[in-house]
Protein backbone atom coordinates (compact mmCIF):
# COMPACT_ATOMS: atom_id res chain seq x y z
CA UNK A 1 0.00 0.00 0.00
CA UNK A 2 1.27 3.54 -0.93
CA UNK A 3 0.51 6.63 0.31
CA UNK A 4 -1.62 9.24 -2.92
CA UNK A 5 -1.09 12.14 -0.93
CA UNK A 6 3.14 11.38 -0.96
CA UNK A 7 2.80 12.01 -5.03
CA UNK A 8 2.79 15.37 -7.12
CA UNK A 9 0.59 16.02 -10.45
CA UNK A 10 3.06 14.26 -12.51
CA UNK A 11 3.25 11.25 -10.63
CA UNK A 12 -0.86 10.64 -10.12
CA UNK A 13 -0.91 10.96 -13.94
CA UNK A 14 1.74 8.58 -14.85
CA UNK A 15 -0.53 5.77 -11.77
CA UNK A 16 -3.50 6.82 -13.92
CA UNK A 17 -1.94 5.79 -16.94
CA UNK A 18 -0.53 2.83 -15.56
CA UNK A 19 -3.68 1.73 -14.42
CA UNK A 20 -5.30 2.79 -17.92
CA UNK A 21 -7.06 5.74 -17.03
CA UNK A 22 -7.01 9.28 -18.43
CA UNK A 23 -4.18 11.36 -17.04
CA UNK A 24 -6.58 14.61 -16.60
CA UNK A 25 -8.18 13.36 -13.89
CA UNK A 26 -4.85 13.78 -12.09
CA UNK A 27 -6.03 17.02 -11.23
CA UNK A 28 -9.43 15.96 -9.96
CA UNK A 29 -7.78 13.22 -7.60
CA UNK A 30 -5.46 16.02 -6.06
CA UNK A 31 -7.69 18.31 -5.37
CA UNK A 32 -9.96 16.00 -3.89
CA UNK A 33 -7.12 14.47 -1.59
CA UNK A 34 -5.93 18.22 -1.11
CA UNK A 35 -9.32 19.20 -0.09
CA UNK A 36 -9.04 16.46 3.40
CA UNK A 37 -11.84 14.54 1.14
CA UNK A 38 -11.97 10.76 0.70
CA UNK A 39 -11.42 8.95 -2.73
CA UNK A 40 -14.91 7.26 -2.36
CA UNK A 41 -15.46 11.38 -1.74
CA UNK A 42 -14.49 12.41 -5.06
CA UNK A 43 -17.29 11.18 -7.18
CA UNK A 44 -15.94 12.33 -11.04
CA UNK A 45 -14.65 9.47 -10.61
CA UNK A 46 -16.53 6.08 -11.74
CA UNK A 47 -16.91 3.51 -8.82
CA UNK A 48 -15.05 0.98 -9.85
CA UNK A 49 -11.97 3.35 -10.90
CA UNK A 50 -11.65 4.27 -6.96
CA UNK A 51 -12.31 1.08 -5.40
CA UNK A 52 -9.32 0.37 -7.65
CA UNK A 53 -7.38 2.91 -6.30
CA UNK A 54 -8.71 2.01 -2.99
CA UNK A 55 -7.56 -1.30 -2.95
CA UNK A 56 -3.60 0.43 -3.50
CA UNK A 57 -3.44 3.12 -2.35
CA UNK A 58 -4.27 4.83 1.64
CA UNK A 59 -6.65 7.88 0.93
CA UNK A 60 -6.72 9.17 4.25
CA UNK A 61 -3.10 8.62 5.84
CA UNK A 62 -3.78 10.93 8.32
CA UNK A 63 -6.67 11.25 10.63
CA UNK A 64 -8.15 13.61 13.38
CA UNK A 65 -8.62 11.38 16.73
CA UNK A 66 -8.51 14.32 19.54
CA UNK A 67 -9.22 18.31 19.37
CA UNK A 68 -8.58 20.42 22.17
CA UNK A 69 -9.37 24.01 21.71
CA UNK A 70 -7.48 26.47 24.09
CA UNK A 71 -10.37 28.50 25.83
CA UNK A 72 -7.46 31.63 26.77
CA UNK A 73 -6.37 32.15 22.87
CA UNK A 74 -8.50 29.77 20.72
CA UNK A 75 -4.93 27.52 19.96
CA UNK A 76 -6.13 23.94 18.45
CA UNK A 77 -3.99 21.04 19.81
CA UNK A 78 -4.49 18.20 17.60
CA UNK A 79 -4.09 14.92 17.38
CA UNK A 80 -3.83 12.53 14.23
CA UNK A 81 -3.53 8.57 13.92
CA UNK A 82 -1.29 7.21 11.52
CA UNK A 83 -2.30 4.36 8.64
CA UNK A 84 0.13 1.85 11.09
CA UNK A 85 -1.71 3.45 14.08
CA UNK A 86 1.72 5.75 14.77
CA UNK A 87 -0.12 8.82 16.70
CA UNK A 88 1.36 12.54 15.92
CA UNK A 89 0.49 16.01 17.13
CA UNK A 90 -0.38 19.65 15.69
CA UNK A 91 -1.17 23.02 16.44
CA UNK A 92 -3.45 25.44 14.67
CA UNK A 93 -2.57 29.18 15.90
CA UNK A 94 -4.73 31.89 14.95
CA UNK A 95 -3.56 35.33 14.31
CA UNK A 96 -4.82 38.29 13.13
CA UNK A 97 -3.16 37.76 9.34
CA UNK A 98 -4.54 33.78 9.05
CA UNK A 99 -4.08 30.33 10.45
CA UNK A 100 -0.54 29.18 11.25
CA UNK A 101 -0.71 25.14 11.28
CA UNK A 102 2.57 23.75 12.79
CA UNK A 103 3.36 20.26 11.77
CA UNK A 104 5.21 16.98 12.73
CA UNK A 105 8.35 15.71 10.65
CA UNK A 106 8.83 12.51 12.29
CA UNK A 107 7.44 9.94 15.12
CA UNK A 108 9.40 10.92 17.90
CA UNK A 109 13.34 12.46 17.34
CA UNK A 110 16.10 11.69 17.81
CA UNK A 111 17.83 15.04 18.36
CA UNK A 112 17.78 14.45 22.49
CA UNK A 113 17.22 18.26 23.42
CA UNK A 114 16.64 17.93 26.97
CA UNK A 115 13.95 20.32 27.33
CA UNK A 116 11.58 18.66 24.84
CA UNK A 117 9.22 16.29 25.14
CA UNK A 118 9.10 14.91 21.68
CA UNK A 119 13.06 13.30 22.08
CA UNK A 120 12.08 11.56 25.33
CA UNK A 121 11.04 7.95 23.66
CA UNK A 122 13.68 8.64 20.74
CA UNK A 123 13.18 8.51 17.31
CA UNK A 124 10.48 5.78 15.91
CA UNK A 125 9.73 6.48 12.26
CA UNK A 126 9.78 9.35 9.43
CA UNK A 127 6.81 10.27 8.15
CA UNK A 128 6.43 10.47 4.52
CA UNK A 129 5.50 14.05 2.23
CA UNK A 130 1.96 12.98 2.02
CA UNK A 131 1.70 12.37 6.03
CA UNK A 132 3.29 15.73 6.84
CA UNK A 133 0.56 17.10 3.76
CA UNK A 134 -2.19 15.49 5.03
CA UNK A 135 -1.97 16.95 8.32
CA UNK A 136 -2.82 20.14 6.77
CA UNK A 137 -4.66 18.94 4.46
CA UNK A 138 -7.07 17.11 7.05
CA UNK A 139 -7.05 20.33 9.62
CA UNK A 140 -7.73 22.88 6.64
CA UNK A 141 -10.76 20.58 5.87
CA UNK A 142 -11.72 20.45 9.73
CA UNK A 143 -12.08 24.69 9.59
CA UNK A 144 -14.47 24.11 6.41
CA UNK A 145 -11.49 25.01 3.78
CA UNK A 146 -10.85 23.02 0.80
CA UNK A 147 -8.44 24.05 -2.06
CA UNK A 148 -10.23 26.95 -3.37
CA UNK A 149 -11.03 28.61 -0.02
CA UNK A 150 -7.83 27.78 2.30
CA UNK A 151 -8.03 27.84 5.78
CA UNK A 152 -4.47 27.26 6.64
CA UNK A 153 -2.82 29.81 5.08
CA UNK A 154 0.62 29.58 7.17
CA UNK A 155 3.00 27.02 7.92
CA UNK A 156 5.73 25.81 10.16
CA UNK A 157 7.87 22.47 10.37
CA UNK A 158 7.82 22.85 14.39
CA UNK A 159 6.28 19.85 15.95
CA UNK A 160 7.71 16.69 16.92
CA UNK A 161 10.90 15.84 14.72
CA UNK A 162 13.44 17.58 13.27
CA UNK A 163 12.79 18.31 9.37
CA UNK A 164 16.37 18.23 8.45
CA UNK A 165 16.56 14.86 9.62
CA UNK A 166 14.07 13.72 7.34
CA UNK A 167 15.38 15.89 4.62
CA UNK A 168 13.69 14.30 1.03
CA UNK A 169 10.63 13.56 2.08
CA UNK A 170 10.49 17.20 3.66
CA UNK A 171 11.87 19.08 0.54
CA UNK A 172 8.90 17.35 -0.85
CA UNK A 173 6.62 17.92 0.93
CA UNK A 174 7.32 21.96 0.73
CA UNK A 175 7.20 21.29 -3.26
CA UNK A 176 3.93 19.57 -2.76
CA UNK A 177 2.03 21.82 -0.76
CA UNK A 178 2.50 24.48 -2.91
CA UNK A 179 1.88 23.30 -6.03
CA UNK A 180 -1.26 25.50 -7.85
CA UNK A 181 -3.41 22.78 -7.80
CA UNK A 182 -2.90 21.57 -4.55
CA UNK A 183 -3.14 23.69 -1.37
CA UNK A 184 -1.13 26.45 -2.98
CA UNK A 185 0.75 27.58 0.59
CA UNK A 186 3.86 29.69 -0.87
CA UNK A 187 7.13 28.80 0.37
CA UNK A 188 7.79 32.43 1.95
CA UNK A 189 4.56 30.97 4.31
CA UNK A 190 6.60 28.32 5.18
CA UNK A 191 9.30 27.86 8.22
CA UNK A 192 11.46 25.30 8.72
CA UNK A 193 12.88 24.54 12.15
CA UNK A 194 16.26 22.96 12.68
CA UNK A 195 18.50 22.66 15.48
CA UNK A 196 21.15 22.78 13.85
CA UNK A 197 22.34 20.04 10.91
CA UNK A 198 24.43 22.26 9.51
CA UNK A 199 25.60 20.11 6.13
CA UNK A 200 21.49 19.88 5.41
CA UNK A 201 21.39 23.79 5.79
CA UNK A 202 23.54 24.07 2.91
CA UNK A 203 21.82 21.49 1.18
CA UNK A 204 18.69 23.13 1.90
CA UNK A 205 20.15 26.51 0.33
CA UNK A 206 20.26 24.60 -2.60
CA UNK A 207 16.49 23.68 -3.00
CA UNK A 208 15.62 27.06 -4.46
CA UNK A 209 12.94 27.52 -2.17
CA UNK A 210 12.65 30.90 -0.18
CA UNK A 211 10.95 29.16 2.91
CA UNK A 212 11.67 31.08 6.52
CA UNK A 213 14.86 29.35 7.97
CA UNK A 214 15.01 29.45 11.72
CA UNK A 215 17.24 27.96 13.84
CA UNK A 216 17.06 26.51 17.26
CA UNK A 217 19.93 28.25 19.40
CA UNK A 218 18.95 28.56 22.64
CA UNK A 219 22.90 29.23 23.71
CA UNK A 220 25.16 31.09 22.50
CA UNK A 221 28.58 29.62 23.77
CA UNK A 222 29.31 25.62 22.28
CA UNK A 223 29.85 24.26 26.04
CA UNK A 224 26.82 25.08 27.50
CA UNK A 225 24.59 24.66 24.16
CA UNK A 226 26.28 21.31 24.31
CA UNK A 227 24.23 20.60 27.86
CA UNK A 228 20.89 21.48 26.14
CA UNK A 229 21.30 20.30 22.72
CA UNK A 230 23.45 16.80 22.35
CA UNK A 231 23.46 18.28 18.15
CA UNK A 232 25.91 21.28 19.69
CA UNK A 233 28.51 18.28 19.84
CA UNK A 234 28.59 17.75 16.60
CA UNK A 235 28.78 21.95 14.90
CA UNK A 236 29.53 24.88 16.87
CA UNK A 237 27.66 27.97 16.66
CA UNK A 238 29.93 29.47 14.34
CA UNK A 239 28.97 26.76 12.00
CA UNK A 240 25.84 27.46 12.17
CA UNK A 241 25.81 31.35 11.27
CA UNK A 242 28.43 30.74 8.38
CA UNK A 243 25.67 28.19 7.40
CA UNK A 244 22.79 31.02 7.87
CA UNK A 245 24.96 33.45 6.00
CA UNK A 246 25.21 30.96 3.25
CA UNK A 247 21.47 29.96 3.72
CA UNK A 248 20.85 34.12 3.44
CA UNK A 249 23.13 34.75 0.43
CA UNK A 250 21.07 32.27 -1.70
CA UNK A 251 17.58 32.49 -1.08
CA UNK A 252 17.36 36.35 0.47
CA UNK A 253 15.27 35.47 3.35
CA UNK A 254 16.56 36.55 7.05
CA UNK A 255 17.05 33.81 9.04
CA UNK A 256 15.41 33.89 12.70
CA UNK A 257 16.91 32.15 16.14
CA UNK A 258 14.59 30.36 18.33
CA UNK A 259 15.53 31.41 22.10
CA UNK A 260 13.52 29.07 24.82
CA UNK A 261 14.29 31.04 27.94
CA UNK A 262 15.20 28.25 30.84
CA UNK A 263 15.57 30.19 34.26
CA UNK A 264 18.94 30.39 35.38
CA UNK A 265 20.64 28.43 32.44
CA UNK A 266 20.41 31.03 29.15
CA UNK A 267 18.70 33.71 30.38
CA UNK A 268 21.56 35.86 32.04
CA UNK A 269 23.13 38.93 30.99
CA UNK A 270 26.20 37.07 29.85
CA UNK A 271 24.30 34.99 27.19
CA UNK A 272 22.92 38.09 26.04
CA UNK A 273 25.47 40.52 25.64
CA UNK A 274 27.52 37.19 23.76
CA UNK A 275 24.03 37.11 21.56
CA UNK A 276 24.78 40.76 20.75
CA UNK A 277 28.13 39.81 19.39
CA UNK A 278 27.57 37.44 17.61
CA UNK A 279 24.22 38.28 15.92
CA UNK A 280 24.22 42.31 15.37
CA UNK A 281 23.98 43.72 11.73
CA UNK A 282 23.32 40.09 10.69
CA UNK A 283 19.94 39.63 8.94
CA UNK A 284 18.18 37.98 11.63
CA UNK A 285 15.50 37.87 14.42
CA UNK A 286 15.58 36.50 17.55
CA UNK A 287 12.13 34.92 18.65
CA UNK A 288 11.77 34.50 22.29
CA UNK A 289 10.10 32.38 24.39
CA UNK A 290 9.80 31.28 27.80
CA UNK A 291 10.50 27.34 27.94
CA UNK A 292 7.16 25.49 28.62
CA UNK A 293 7.91 22.99 31.41
CA UNK A 294 7.55 19.70 30.83
CA UNK A 295 6.89 17.71 33.43
CA UNK A 296 9.44 14.58 32.80
CA UNK A 297 12.51 17.10 32.62
CA UNK A 298 13.81 19.51 35.39
CA UNK A 299 14.07 22.56 33.84
CA UNK A 300 11.88 25.79 34.52
CA UNK A 301 10.87 28.35 32.52
CA UNK A 302 11.67 32.28 33.03
CA UNK A 303 9.36 34.31 34.68
CA UNK A 304 7.58 36.76 32.30
CA UNK A 305 9.75 39.80 34.13
CA UNK A 306 12.65 38.29 33.77
CA UNK A 307 12.14 37.27 29.95
CA UNK A 308 11.25 41.29 29.50
CA UNK A 309 14.40 41.85 30.88
CA UNK A 310 16.39 39.48 28.31
CA UNK A 311 14.23 41.38 26.08
CA UNK A 312 15.06 44.94 26.34
CA UNK A 313 19.28 43.95 26.74
CA UNK A 314 19.47 42.42 23.33
CA UNK A 315 16.72 45.28 22.12
CA UNK A 316 19.34 47.91 23.97
CA UNK A 317 22.04 45.76 21.70
CA UNK A 318 20.84 46.41 18.71
CA UNK A 319 19.22 43.71 18.12
CA UNK A 320 15.36 42.61 15.96
CA UNK A 321 13.88 40.55 18.77
CA UNK A 322 10.08 39.78 20.09
CA UNK A 323 9.07 37.65 22.87
CA UNK A 324 6.33 35.28 21.86
CA UNK A 325 3.79 34.38 23.41
CA UNK A 326 3.06 30.80 25.13
CA UNK A 327 0.34 30.25 22.97
CA UNK A 328 -1.81 26.96 24.05
CA UNK A 329 0.17 25.95 27.22
CA UNK A 330 -3.53 24.98 28.80
CA UNK A 331 -3.80 22.74 26.37
CA UNK A 332 -0.11 20.74 26.09
CA UNK A 333 0.87 23.41 23.80
CA UNK A 334 4.67 22.44 23.60
CA UNK A 335 6.26 19.85 21.63
CA UNK A 336 5.14 16.01 21.77
CA UNK A 337 3.56 16.75 25.40
CA UNK A 338 -0.01 15.76 23.99
CA UNK A 339 1.36 13.18 21.74
CA UNK A 340 2.72 11.79 25.44
CA UNK A 341 -0.08 12.51 27.60
CA UNK A 342 -2.61 10.42 24.96
CA UNK A 343 0.12 7.53 24.87
CA UNK A 344 0.39 7.51 28.43
CA UNK A 345 -3.05 7.21 29.34
CA UNK A 346 -3.76 4.57 26.57
CA UNK A 347 -0.84 2.38 28.18
CA UNK A 348 -2.87 3.02 31.76
CA UNK A 349 -6.08 1.99 30.33
CA UNK A 350 -8.39 4.85 30.16
CA UNK A 351 -9.00 4.81 26.58
N1 LIG B 1 13.56 19.89 15.64
C1 LIG B 1 13.26 21.22 15.23
C2 LIG B 1 11.78 21.57 15.25
C3 LIG B 1 10.94 21.08 16.39
S1 LIG B 1 10.92 21.90 17.92
C4 LIG B 1 14.06 22.20 16.05
O1 LIG B 1 14.77 21.80 16.94
O2 LIG B 1 14.02 23.39 15.75
C5 LIG B 1 10.25 23.51 17.69
C6 LIG B 1 10.82 24.50 18.69
O3 LIG B 1 10.30 24.29 20.02
C7 LIG B 1 12.33 24.40 18.82
O4 LIG B 1 12.86 25.69 18.86
C8 LIG B 1 12.49 23.70 20.14
O5 LIG B 1 13.78 23.90 20.65
C9 LIG B 1 11.37 24.30 20.95
N2 LIG B 1 10.95 23.57 22.15
C10 LIG B 1 10.92 22.24 22.35
N3 LIG B 1 10.47 21.95 23.58
C11 LIG B 1 10.19 23.13 24.17
C12 LIG B 1 9.68 23.51 25.45
N4 LIG B 1 9.40 22.60 26.36
N5 LIG B 1 9.52 24.84 25.70
C13 LIG B 1 9.82 25.77 24.76
N6 LIG B 1 10.29 25.48 23.55
C14 LIG B 1 10.48 24.17 23.25
Redesign the pocket.
Known amino acids: MRILQDYNENEIKDILLSLGEKSYRAKQILRGISSGRKLSEITDLSKDFRNILTANYYDLPVEIIEKKVSEKDGTVKYLFRLFDGNVIEGVLMKYKYGNTQ?VS?QVG?R?G?T????TLDGLVRNLSAGEIFAQIAMVNADLGGNVDDRKVTNV??????????NYDSVIKFIRNISAKESLNVSPRNISL????LVPKIYDFAEENLPVNL???L?NPFDDDRKKL?PIANSYSVKEILDACSYYFGKTGRRYIF???LVKGVNDTKRCADELIKLLKGRPCHVNL??????KE?N?E?TSEKDARRFMSLLENGGISVTLRR?MGNDIDG????LRRKFLKSKEEGAL
Do not use: K, W
Open positions: CTCMCFCASVLMGSGEPLDSTCGTISHMEYSIRLNAVRLGQACGQ
